[in-house]
């Protein structure tokens, strides 16, 4: 077995909120849990006693039901679909991340926000809280009740925060998107919920141009019938923005200023819709998948505690939009006392050391970002621990696309020695992770450490049997978890739930994922399973080349497809250059021997093509199944869920693909 790239000292892993944990089940409960897999046995296969506690460590401020103490936190029929955590338990989400304001901390940053370089703020607790209360008695002047919709299209402001706040103290049911989509983009998912509120900005920042969004909010809004109120930040103005046109508009500071401060908290049940997220929506209209509040605070306090060791006062940061899941993750670190940074914008403006200068001045302990991210970095050759104090920085998380061996090296060597990274992955499905972090083990080269507390993680093949270790296979999930959704908005009867989820594997969470389980206990995520590769009929997944190429200078990045040849199946590789660099007969015979030699030959792409660009989801994954649509001459269903659906057309009718 090769060695760790890092584990932590004893002291180090002692004193993590997981050896915390770990130390209160025993003189608390009695439940003897000495090591990681040791805890995770008892997650699923106590579910009660594990969830119960997790409830109680945090402290969730809230009232379970008579006879729901210790061991008794599930009902149900023992499946995902119809398991309840916490029956007659009620709670709000709001209260929950707010215990901080009003006491001795009350004076301390909340929130830390920046705007690229043009814009920074801060709100305490105290003033977070009263912002959230203006909010929510603006929503009930206006008759919002709970259950009620209250939707985004926000940059990642301080408002956004304090908005969902008050959105989910009166039981309103939040959803966002990101002010780079398009209205097609916004109406596909707001239009499918109908919120009666809509909460926009006049613009944002990008790249260090200012993009406006009030023509665009104008037709939105005629196209969102359900909407009565409309709320605008004025954020990229140096004035409140001119607002006619727009029924029901006003500014923000204007709508608020009426009401006072004053927060209460409707304490409504375990299972209330807290949230409701949207897929990507690149294979058809975006699902809208709606979760509970109680599922979502325990599965996020398990997590962030016990995962990444998020403690009281801590300072955590994950770059994100109000477009992907891991802006809700953020904002739930304000349950563990811990003080949020937000960061709206580009990552590398005015240069690749933004986000790091933000780190040091502001003392991250958590640092989290996408492997796409940590890749640019490490083929720019930039270094963020020279020239800047990292001390602080304990944890560093990484998601949306598998993380290459080479960028753990590169995390090690050029970002600190001395640091928990944490791969991990999940969804917008369940707003949560499958496999995750351990902060007392060790990490090794390119494998997520461990199966997510709680979560009954296998690799199935293709009959639902098991798959043994080192054999790759689909990432399903075979008993109940808290936050696993509701279902989807406006599906009577739970049969496009079911279908998303259920089908494939009967009684089974069957996420997609093409999965191998290592030695270590680790996992391996080799992409989505319905983006696999079959030549010769043997599936192998795409991160496999991926992890190849990118060890090669010249290539920023690469796409791979099958494409359906002569009866069968041939791997097509698309490559993004270096400005400079040319894909010559020497460059595609490199990319093939480091292909076959590192990974195997049927891993060997039939046809090596050099695009001018890829094309991605607002969240920056790469869109294997669209290209692969576009190959085939089939119409791509979702253009709009596409950050540059532009690049599509880089694809139609290539010479190098013909027969």
């Not at 106590?46 to 006879?67: H, I, K, L």
């Not at 305490?124 to 709970?146: C, H, K, P, Q």
């Not at 792409?605 to 669209?626: F, M, N, Y």
Request: with cysteine.
């Amino acid at each position: 077995m090769d060695a760790p790239l890092w584990r932590p000292s004893p002291e180090r892993a002692a004193a993590t909120r997981l050896a915390a944990f770990t130390g209160w089940l025993r003189a608390e409960r009695g439940i003897e849990a000495p090591d990681y897999a040791a805890l995770h046995r008892l997650s699923i296969d106590r579910p009660g006693a594990f969830w119960s506690a997790v409830w109680d460590f945090a402290g969730v401020v809230g009232a379970r039901a008579e006879g729901h103490g210790s061991e008794g936190a599930a009902d149900g029929d023992g499946t995902i679909a119809g398991t309840r955590f916490f029956p007659g338990a009620h709670l709000n989400f709001a209260e929950n991340l707010l215990r901080e304001a009003g006491g001795p901390a009350g004076e301390r940053d909340a929130i830390v926000f920046r705007g690229e370089d043009r814009v920074r703020r801060r709100l305490s607790w105290n003033e977070l809280r009263a912002e959230a209360g203006r909010f929510a008695g603006a929503l009930a002047a206006d008759g919002i009740l709970a259950g009620d919709r209250v939707a985004a299209w926000l940059p990642n402001l301080p408002e956004a925060v304090a908005g969902m706040l008050g959105a989910a103290s009166l039981g309103a049911v939040w959803a966002s998107c990101s002010p780079d989509f398009g209205v097609g983009g916004v109406l596909d998912r707001f239009g499918q919920i109908e919120p009666r509120v809509l909460l926009a900005a006049d613009g944002y920042f990008y790249g260090g141009k200012r993009h406006d969004c009030v023509e665009r909010l104008r037709e939105i809004r005629r196209r969102l019938p359900s909407v009565e109120r409309v709320a605008v930040v004025p954020y990229v103005s140096e004035e409140v923005p001119d607002l006619p046109g727009i029924e029901g508009a006003v500014p923000w500071a204007d709508w608020l200023e009426p009401h006072p401060p004053d927060l209460d908290f409707e304490h409504l049940p375990f299972d209330h819709p807290l949230y409701v997220l949207f897929s990507s929506g690149t294979t058809g209209p975006p699902k809208c998948i709606v979760h509970r509040a109680g599922g979502i605070l325990l599965k996020h306090l398990c997590e962030l505690q016990l995962q990444v060791d998020i403690r009281p006062g801590d300072r955590v940061f994950y770059f994100s939009t109000l477009g992907w899941m891991m802006w809700n993750w953020l904002a739930s670190a304000l349950a563990s006392r811990a003080t949020i940074l937000l960061y709206d914008g580009s990552p590398f403006h005015p240069g690749p050391e933004a986000l790091w200068d933000y780190a040091a001045e502001e003392g991250m302990t958590l640092f989290g970002t996408s492997a796409r991210y940590l890749d640019a970095l490490r083929k720019a050759g930039y270094e963020p621990r020279v020239g800047r104090d990292l001390g602080a920085l304990r944890t560093l998380c990484s998601t949306g696309s598998p993380l290459a061996p080479e960028s753990f090296d590169f995390v090690y060597r050029a970002i600190k020695g001395d640091l928990h990274l944490a791969s991990i992955s999940g969804g917008t499905d369940i707003c949560g992770c499958f496999v995750a972090g351990d902060p007392t083990g060790p990490v090794h080269r390119g494998e997520i450490q461990a199966p997510g507390l709680g979560m009954a993680v296998e690799i199935f093949d293709g009959a639902g049997g098991p798959r043994p270790a080192g054999e790759a296979g689909e990432l399903v999930c075979t008993r109940p978890f808290p936050s696993a959704p509701l279902g989807f908005w406006n599906d009577p009867g739970g049969g496009r739930f079911r279908a998303a989820y259920f089908e494939r594997f009967p009684g089974v969470w069957h996420h997609g994922d093409w999965t191998t389980r290592t030695e270590h206990g680790g996992y391996v995520i080799h992409g989505r399973s319905d983006a696999t590769l079959n030549p010769g009929g043997v599936r192998i997944g795409t991160a496999e080349i991926y992890r190849q190429v990118d060890g090669i200078p010249e290539i920023l990045e690469s796409l791979a497809i099958g494409q359906e040849s002569q009866g069968d199946v041939r791997v097509i590789l698309f490559v993004r250059l270096r400005e400079g660099a040319e894909l010559d007969a020497a460059l595609r015979e490199r990319l093939r021997r480091r292909i076959r030699e590192h990974a195997s030959p049927r891993h060997v792409p039939a046809r090596i093509v050099a695009v001018a660009d890829l094309p991605r989801t607002r969240s920056g994954k790469l869109v294997e199944l669209a290209v692969r649509d576009v190959v085939h001459g089939r119409e791509v269903a979702n253009r709009e869920a596409l950050a540059n659906p532009a690049a599509l057309e880089l694809f139609r009718d290539l010479p190098e693909l013909a027969e």
